[in-house]
Structures are given as structure tokens and as C-alpha cells.
């Protein structure tokens, strides 16, 4: 399936595209670098290359020759795994992970041939390589983009012992010094196993962001990605998380609580100072929908620290502002509209595959519509929405909920996909569930509705002071909202301004082209009030092969 507006591998090629690495500003142009394998060739799975590509605005790309492929050396011979740009004096490098003829794993750098030309469409392998040998009985890969204190530092992913650790390495001269590790690791997973495609970089004048990808969800198709803001000590090279997550492990929040985001890349924007962040979409589940949906990139979002309701400091992400100028005409418009117990209502007409979608709901005013009593969802814990997703789903008739969006559906809604929020109470108070609801994204994968770990996701929003459950009607949040951008096969929703992103693969086989609509549905016992909502169809992007 052919999407319109995500990063896609070139059309009509027979590559299967992996993980986002590399991306930098340079010289006017957006570069994007992706590895990648080819099924027809003679390579085995891990003889992976990198792609490229460029763009002038983070939507329209050039693909590029391939940048890197493995050999001749033995340093890299049997593949080329995750890496980063930095950015030095004398122009760009590359620093990414081989692996050798023996299996080991090496850290290398690559130059551009021409530093000058701001496509950047050769590189050549330094003669030091491998910069970092193989490291015995730690495993290591995917470096991060250097970073300066006293000495040059980078971060790479680690396991030692069945523990995901993060390993700091120093050197006085980037290309021509030696890298030594510090001896303590930034930061350590217990049980998690190799941490891949590690992250680390500022957020504010005194806090820092490491992140780093884990297989340790079975409900997504390959993994999570998981951070934590803290303090990074330059004198020792240490990471003091402000939160404790519990069991030693230092982090514990998730950039995306959807079933098919993983190895995400960031890198500082400098022509428009913000942070823009990528991910691997993989496709779900794999031994089913690999022949027509192959892996994309999801959609560039930009980064920036804020705070929730209990003024934990979190990474905020929304798409990026490029994205708005895909939309096509004056749109779909709606406001002050009251959805009444088991509403469904159409918006807009037939052939809704792209869209971007905003959508703000009044909080209802629970100090005169209920008692805390009168509650039908409790949330015993709030640290696993997505249980509560798949307990309810967006079918189950409840109070205040679920109410949202239908998209991908078709007209008799045998197909849909339902984006919603559930309101209940947890032990901190009044909450609002946001779930993605693929149960009933296909027949063809699903005959029945599938209440499965992977068809459900979501994550909690808290709508009020704790200790007092009468404050909410003066709440700071006091309304809920929703952005969310469908793409074919690909469903990301941002809730509350960027606090929660979910991302979905679905794989409809009659909700597709001129048969997909878009509705809005109340299966609570309440009307609940729509304050405005905002919809257009999305061109698709241009990718051209140079």
C-alpha cells in the first residue's frame, strides 16, 4: 500500500526500509539517511545499507544513491547498522555502527567526498576505522550525534549482562584520537536487553532528554521508545533522571504509546531552531501484511519540553508546521455541535484516505452532571492505559465516553478505526483515557472484533488536582483535544496540545480511496459538546530519484 505524505522508500524498488539515522540541516537542504535491505539481493537480513535523501522542507524528498553499503573492509562487512550526524569545522560526519566478518559490532565514521556540495551525495569511509573496536563481551551499536565538554562524547547502546546500557565514549580528536568509555554507563535498563538507537541532547539551560529503544512491549509490533528528562553532569559524565522509575532503570516515559513507532532519530533544526524528531513505522503484525505494507517513516514532529498536570516535566511532540500546506481547500468545519448518547455522525463526504484533523471537545462539567460515584470506569492504575483500551474499547457503552473520531470507516462501519477519549476516575482523580481502536480496522485481519494487545493503545491524561475531585471544573484542562493525521495506512493522533501521541498501522481492505469516510460517535449515556472541528484532505507529498 502506497502512502501519500509519509517518508517512503522509492516507489516501484524492491528495498525494505528500516530505521530513520542521520538527519541533519546542511547547507539548505533537510538530508534524511535510512538503512535499509534488499530481499532479492544475495545480502543476508543484517547486510543492511543506507539510503538517502534530501528535501527543502521536510515533505517533498530527492532520493540520493546510496550513501553507505557494506565492505569491502572486514570492519563492516556483513552490515551496516544505526548511526548519527555531527556536525565539525571541516563539514558533516557520520558515525554508525558495522558489523564485522566475525559478527562483532565496530563504530566507524564516513565524510562526504565533496564537503562543499550541499546534497552531501557521496561518502567515503575514513582510513581509521573502526574508530571504536569491538567490545568483547559488551555489544554496542548505534552511536549518537557527538556532543562537546571537555573532550568530544558520544552515546552508544549497550547490553551487558541482559541489561540495556547506555555507554558514554570520550575523545580529545574526533577522526584521529583514540575513544575510551567512561566507566560508569549514562544510563542502565535492567532486564531490557540491548538498548538501541540511543539518544542524548538538551532540552532547556538546565535540563537534558536520553532516550533509547526497547524490545520490551509485546503489544508493538517491534518495540517502544522511552525517555527521561534530567541533569547531566559534564564533570563525570553522569544523568540524574527527576523522576524515579522504579527497579534502577532510568527511564520510564514514552514518546509514543501506539503499536508502530521505533529507532526515532532527532536532530536540532538550526535554519528554524526547534528539535524535529523521526521514527520507524513497522508494519503490523509482520507475517500478515509485509507483501502490500511495507515499513514507512512516520511524520516529521517537532520536540520541545513542557509539563503535565503534575508539573512533571515531559516532552511535548506535534507534527510540523510544513505539514499544514498538504492540506487541500477550504476544508470541513463544524462547530458547537452536540453529540447526544449513541451518536454517529458523518463528516464531510466520501473519499477521506489523507486527512489532518482538529477537533476540540468541551470538558464536561462533572461537578453538576455526577458524583464521583456515579463513575462506570475506575482506573485502578494509571500506569497501564493501554489495559484499559483493550477492556473497553470504543464499542462499550459507558458514562462520559468513549466519544471521538471514526476514521478510515466505511459507510456501514464494517470498518473503521476509533480514536476516542473515555472519561473515569483513578486513584488520583478524574481522568481522561485517550485510546486508538484498530479492533475493527480490517476484516480481513480481523473477521472478528479483536480485543487482542495489539489492537488497542492508549495513555491517561489527569484532569484535576488529585486530593480534590470538586476542583475540575476549574482545571487547568478544560477541554480535550485531538489532532490527528491519517495517511492510508497509518493513523498518528496527538492529544492535549502534544502530550500523548499514538500511532497506528491499520490495513482496511474496504475502507480505502473513494470508500473511506470519517465520522464522529458518543457511546457514553452523556451528550458531550463539540466545540470546533477542523478537517481537510491531504495531497500527497512529491518524492522524486535523482
Known sequence: MVLG?????????SIWMISPNAPVFYRGFY????????????KSKNQSSWGHAIAKDLLHWTHLPTALDPGPERYDEQGILGGSMTLLVQGP???????????????????????????????KKIAQNPLIPAGGRVAMRDPSSAWRDSSWRILLGGENASDGVGLVYWSNDFLDGEWKRLETPLLRMPGAGILESPDFFQVSESKHVVKASLRDDPAATFGSDSYAVGRYFSENGSFVPDDDHGAGRTLGLRYDHGNSFFASKSFADTDKDRRVLWALLPEDPPSKVAARAPPVQSIPRKLWLGSDEDEEELLLQLPVDELASLRIGPGIHMADVTLEPGAVIQVGGDALPQLDAELVFELPDLTTQMSMENFDVEFSSTGNAAAHCRKKGARVNGILGPFGLLVLATGDLAEHTAIFFHLGRSRKGPVALVCADHSRSSLANHPEEDLSAAALHGAFVHLDDPTVFRKVAKAEVEVLELRVLVDNSVVETFAQGGKIS???????????????????????????RLKRLDAWTMKAAEATLL
Not at 538530508?31 to 544475495?42: A, D, G, K, N, V
Not at 566475525?102 to 562543499?116: E, R
Open 31 to 42: 538530508h534524511l539517511f535510512y538503512r535499509f535491505t534488499t530481499p532479492s539481493s544475495s
Open 93 to 123: 560526519v557520520i558515525l554508525y555502527t558495522g558489523i564485522s566478518s566475525d559478527g562483532a559490532t565496530t563504530q566507524n565514521a564516513a565524510v562526504p567526498v565533496d564537503p562543499g556540495d550541499a546534497m552531501l551525495k557521496h561518502w
Open 5 to 13: 505524505f509519509h517518508f517512503q522508500a522509492p516507489t516501484n524498488s
Open 502 to 528: 499514538i500511532t497506528s498501522r491499520v490495513y482496511p481492505t474496504l475502507a480505502r480511496g473513494d470508500a473511506a469516510r470519517l465520522f464522529l460517535f458518543n457511546n457514553g449515556s452523556n451528550a458531550v
